[in-house]
């Protein structure tokens, strides 16, 4: 198997980790070992991994009809009741239609068409370009990874398009003035947009995209005012706001959306992950009103909206997503995640204090933990160290598995996570951290020694 984001030496000089089974917040190799999952698969197995009611509308559904398309003014069932539900649980700002994918890469891949038809309906054929933000991560299909702002998606790519323009990364810790409080960290920023726009020339910029909290870019939560001063200066030059919810949706912040937490009021939305607990792949795009009228009358002109995917509103994708919003609600999944969060997260911050620790940040129930010397942003460990990926390996040979990206850890578990779960998440980690601790005193006293 091609694998990927693995480098081809992991393939061929190690075994690979094979999950066989999962169960709540647990999976289980091949050889039986069971591992607390902190990552819920990639930030998506928010119920857990074996939830018997969504099994049950998978199998049902399959046995009623495991396939119809929705092309044509043809449809089914499943589709049109998500699409109606989405609508009614998104209250942020007005949603009118609702296009399914299969990912959230192909969610953010359609925003793009979505708005370059959108302008050119309008006749704004030069109102093309699109501002995302470094350290950003929207998917890896050729657009969705021009969108990001992670270089290792670009390297050898020839990426990213030409289309795509990155503005500052928010993380506050990292690169604040001395003496600069979040609100003004978050004008400068607005400020630095403000000033790209202008440069690049407002009829050129057709869209800005943004995640309420920053995923695979290192778990980076919005400073003090950022998000309303984006959105005024986004609105004062009529660039619409594409939310890409794809992490944060249905819980994962103690919210429904990531939205309804920084008051974000954007014109279209990017579903993915927990939408199915990612039981089935499925993603979604909700279309604000005066989007979706100008689609709909260009669609008229040219005969069709000739976009779409095979398995778009795929029936038994839908009737997953559908049995899961209903989980969400009838077991009042984002009271859970906000009682049982402050757990999680102060929990893991009473590590702060360990000196190879920089920052520990995160909200509700996504954290990041980034390993620096002095606990400075600017004294990082040298790279063959490999300080991350050691941290990672000894939660693994204690039974936990993370995810790691250089010298930061990333955790987002499952919603169903229990109190005792949490504890034995905080043990892990301890023991992981104090191993860690060890080696980079190792690694220090053979530096002087050379």
Not at 33 to 39: A, E, R, T
Not at 177 to 197: H, M, Q, V
Request: hydrophobic share 40%.
């Amino acid at each position: 198997m091609l694998a990927p984001f693995t480098a081809g030496w992991q393939t061929t000089d190690l075994h690979p980790l094979v999950i066989e089974k999962s169960e709540g917040s647990y999976v289980y190799d091949v050889n039986g070992k069971k591992y607390l999952d902190s990552l819920a698969g990639l930030w998506c197995t928010a119920l857990g991994g074996n939830e018997p009611r969504l099994v049950a509308a998978a199998t049902a559904q399959l046995n009623k009809l495991p396939f119809y398309h929705s092309f044509w003014n043809r449809t089914t069932k499943p589709s049109l009741d998500l699409a109606k539900e989405l609508l009614e649980t998104f209250t942020a700002s007005k949603m009118a239609k609702v296009f399914f994918t299969n990912s959230g890469s192909e969610a953010n891949d359609t925003q793009v068409k979505l708005v370059w038809y959108y302008n050119n309906a309008l006749g704004r054929p030069n109102k093309k370009k699109f501002i995302a933000r470094a350290k950003s991560y929207h998917g890896s299909t050729l657009i969705a990874a021009s969108l990001s702002g992670l270089p290792a998606l670009h390297k050898k790519f020839d990426l990213p398009a030409p289309f795509v323009l990155h503005t500052d990364c928010p993380h506050y810790w990292r690169y604040h003035l001395p003496g600069e409080t979040e609100e003004e960290f978050s004008t400068r920023l607005a400020n630095n947009l403000e000033n790209l726009i202008v440069n690049e020339g407002p009829e050129t910029i057709a869209a800005f995209i943004a995640e309420p909290v920053m995923g695979a870019g290192g778990v980076i939560p919005p400073p003090a005012t950022y998000f309303e001063k984006i959105q005024g200066v986004v609105k004062k030059y009529d660039i619409l706001f594409i939310a890409d919810e794809v992490i944060c949706a249905f819980g994962r912040l103690g919210t429904m959306f990531g939205c309804e937490m920084y008051n974000i009021k954007p014109d279209l939305v990017s579903l993915a992950k927990a939408l199915s607990s990612a039981y089935m792949p499925i993603g979604a795009v909700m279309v604000s009103p005066e989007v979706s009228e100008v689609v709909y009358s260009q669609s008229n002109k040219l005969g069709s909206f000739s976009h779409g995917f095979t398995y778009s509103g795929h029936p038994v994708s839908c009737a997953v997503a559908i049995e899961a919003l209903k989980l969400y609600k009838e077991r009042n999944i984002v009271e859970k995640v906000q009682s049982i969060s402050p757990r999680f997260q102060d929990g893991v911050k009473s590590f702060s204090d360990s000196p190879i620790v920089g920052e520990i940040r995160g909200t509700g129930l996504i954290l990041a933990t980034e390993f620096t010397d002095n606990k400075s942003p600017n004294d990082p460990f040298p790279p063959e160290w490999g300080i991350g990926a050691y941290f990672g390996a000894q939660c693994e040979k204690h039974g936990m598995l993370v995810r790691v990206a250089g010298d930061n850890i990333m955790m987002s578990p499952p919603f169903i996570i229990t109190p005792k779960e949490v504890d034995e998440l905080i043990s892990i980690y301890r023991k992981a951290l104090k191993a860690t601790e060890e080696r980079v005193k190792e690694l220090k006293s053979q530096q002087k020694t050379q």
